[in-house]
């Protein structure tokens, strides 16, 4: 489901930031978002369709590689929330995390710590839970 060649494509974009898949790149990623979109509607115009793709990708990434998450679709049920959505799915009863809700929400809330602070609770959550150690 991911495409390196889209992440390559970022990576040249925003290559001045680091992507180096840790969560203190979610940081940056999110200053560079905040500082370039003012509102969840600027992102979300067809002319910056490819950028915010290769957002979802990466925000998605990190949070696969550091919580154990999966790639994943809902299209069993129209009425499933993320239904035909990219999502990262997790081991246990553990919600998803739709990438594309995160970047949309952090313009909303403008806290500059939406994405890190999001991995970081699910991943306190996780281990209180014995799924990741």
């Known amino acids: 489901m991911i495409h390196r060649d889209e992440l390559?494509?970022?990576?040249?974009?925003l290559?001045?930031?680091?992507l180096d898949y840790t969560p203190e790149s979610l940081l940056?990623?999110?200053a560079w978002v905040l500082e370039n979109y003012s509102s969840p509607d600027e992102i979300l115009k067809e002319e910056e369709k490819m950028t915010l793709d290769g957002l979802l990708r990466y925000?998605?990434?990190v949070f696969k590689m550091h919580l154990q998450g999966w790639w994943?679709?809902?299209?069993e049920d129209p009425e499933h929330l993320f239904y035909?959505?990219?999502?990262?799915?997790?081991?246990?009863?553990i919600p998803d995390?739709?990438?594309l809700l995160f970047?949309?929400?952090s313009l909303d809330r403008k806290s500059g710590n939406f994405f890190y602070d999001s991995l970081n609770r699910k991943k306190n959550f996780m281990e209180s839970q014995g799924i990741l150690s």
């Open 103 to 105: 970047i949309t929400a």
């Open 28 to 30: 940056r990623v999110e």
């Open 15 to 18: 290559g001045h930031l680091d």
């Open 59 to 61: 925000v998605g990434e």
């Open 72 to 75: 994943n679709i809902h299209q």
């Open 97 to 99: 995390t739709s990438p």
């Open 8 to 13: 390559e494509k970022l990576q040249k974009k």
């Open 84 to 93: 035909n959505l990219p999502v990262i799915s997790f081991p246990g009863n």
